[in-house]
């Protein structure tokens, strides 16, 4: 939940101006202590230096073999400019002892994560990343804005896996002609899918998909290693998101009326939809605590802010700013992963986040087992310290809780996986909750897909612009493991009553969540 600290600090080094401040999204990670070292004004580059510390980091070298990690993003500004995605150096940066920086080649950010086992709070000071702004555009006289961004990420490692639990899920994926028999993926090459022994099928629905083939190989399939969001989208990260777009981009961002000329704001609660109810627009209808002002300029962008408790007071400690964010449309949804440098999941990914390289239990839910217990309170209702007032409820379904709650609420320490409802590698909250979201099998557009990520530029109308993504009106997407009110045959992890039911609406039960292919 990506958490602003403004700090304005105007620095000169060498004639390149920069105000800085950082950002950040939990579990409580916060980017501090913003600073430009190492100026090179020949080369035009210089170093982004910062403090980073995040709770409940982990790395292990037994199974599930794997690590947490901040997927770290920097955005700029010339003068009083839109803001754009710095480039950053796939290699040359400098990771404080025990650390790791890995780095995309494309240049988008860098993932940070612990050099040896350990477990607890991770901080380390001095993190400097280089920042080739030369190649940006920015010369060393211009007066640059600077945010630093840092979301946590859980890696995936490469691996074979099963598709389906075996059980009784509504259109699960199968080994034909078996229903019973789960699908092994052991690689990353073309699928066929179909009515011979051994294909992988599924019963086809307009809901389900066609039942047609191949999976490309170029589909994402997950047996190749990744990063996973380890929460969902929460309402903190948008507000930032919001908050560095241009006007236009804002009004196509939200569900509210904000465009150029609009002055005055009844409908506060900007996400929220008509179908909400005759309040929807001024409540925070499903605990979307998402606001603006009253009154705001003809033109300038808009500032956003968390007021779940409607005192008109902006981000307080009790404002929902680390619940997941709902009413996502598609189009919303896809244009933060594009800005933030990330992808979409497909669906077979989203199985092999849940269940790891493990044998399929019957009818599992993401922790690994058939057994659910639900959330129906809240202690400490829309802070970050947000908690399940039933001490073993390890999911949000079934209108025990009318919204969505708090990213990761259910993972205190020392639990199991069941009592924290995590996925064999740690990730949290992918059985209710929210819809996820992934790229499906089950029509063109969805096979169609090839996993690129987003390159942290929108279209001038604030949509993802990214080639083979599904397009805005949600084709080629589909849903797996319900919400906050869906039954809990719905959320089991192999469920696919609506795999391939795409949609495009801002509704109370959609949210988002993003990944990136290991560097």
């Known amino acids: 939940m990506f958490r602003t600290i403004q700090r304005n600090i105007m620095l000169l080094l060498a004639g390149l101006a920069i105000t800085l401040a950082s950002a950040g999204n939990a579990n409580n990670i916060s980017v501090t202590n913003v600073s430009l070292t190492g100026q090179n004004v020949a080369d035009n580059y210089t170093f982004v230096r910062f403090d980073i510390s995040w709770e409940n980091s982990w790395r292990t070298g037994s199974a599930p073999n794997n690590w947490d990690a901040a997927w770290i993003f920097v955005k700029y500004r010339v003068g009083n400019g839109n803001w754009s995605h710095a480039t950053l150096r796939a290699a040359d940066h400098l990771a404080p002892e025990g650390s790791t920086i890995s780095a995309p080649e494309d240049n988008s950010g860098v993932f940070l994560y612990r050099s040896a086992d350990g477990s607890g709070t991770f901080s380390k000071t001095g993190v400097k990343l280089r920042w080739d702004y030369g190649i940006d555009g920015v010369v ?17 490692p490469q691996g074979s896996y099963f598709l389906g639990s075996g059980g009784t899920e509504t259109n699960h994926l199968y080994s034909y002609p078996t229903s019973s028999s789960s699908y092994l993926v052991d690689n ?14 599924y019963n086809i629905s307009s809901n389900s998909g066609d039942g047609l083939g191949p999976v490309p190989a170029s589909f994402p399939k997950g047996y190749n290693a990744m990063y996973v969001m380890k929460y969902e989208i929460s309402q903190q990260a948008y507000v930032d998101f919001l908050n560095l777009l241009t006007r236009t981009q804002q009004n196509t961002r939200t569900s509210a009326a904000l465009g150029s000329g609009v002055t005055s704001v009844t409908n506060r609660y900007v996400m929220v939809t008509l179908d909400a109810g005759s309040n929807g627009y001024t409540t925070p209808e499903r605990r979307s605590g998402i606001r603006c002002d009253a009154v705001i300029h003809a033109t300038n962008p808009i500032t956003f802010y968390c007021d779940l408790n409607m005192n008109d007071i902006p981000n307080e400690t009790d404002d929902g700013q680390n619940i997941a964010c709902v009413y996502l449309s598609w189009a919303d949804a896809m244009a933060y992963l594009d800005w933030a440098g990330l992808r979409p999941m497909t669906e077979l990914e989203f199985e092999k986040a849940c269940r790891g390289p493990l044998t399929p239990v019957a009818n599992e839910y993401a922790w690994g087992t058939a057994s659910i217990t639900l959330n129906t309170g809240l202690t400490n209702g829309g802070t970050a310290s947000e908690i399940s007032s039933v001490s073993n409820a390890n999911c949000t379904y079934g209108n025990g809780i009318l919204g969505p709650c708090r990213g990761g609420m259910f993972a205190k320490s020392a639990t199991t996986r069941a009592q924290s409802g995590a996925t064999y590698y740690g990730i949290l909250d992918m059985s209710g909750n929210l819809w996820e979201r992934p790229i ?28 083979n993504w599904p397009g805005t009106d949600g084709l080629g997407s589909g849903f797996r493991a319900g919400y906050w009110a869906s039954a809990s045959v719905i959320i089991r992890m192999s469920d696919r009553s609506d795999g391939a039911h795409g949609t495009d609406r801002r509704r109370e039960r959609f949210g988002g969540r993003g990944i990136r292919t290991a560097p």
């Open 140 to 156: 060393n006289t211009d007066i640059v804005d600077v945010k630093v961004f840092a979301t946590e990420m859980v890696y995936v």
């Open 188 to 201: 990353e090459g073309e699928i066929t899918v179909g009515t011979s022994t051994g294909n992988l099928y």
């Open 440 to 467: 499906t099998i089950g029509n063109p557009q969805g096979r169609a897909f090839d996993g690129q990520h987003g390159n942290g530029l929108l279209d001038v109308t604030g949509n993802a612009n990214v080639s």
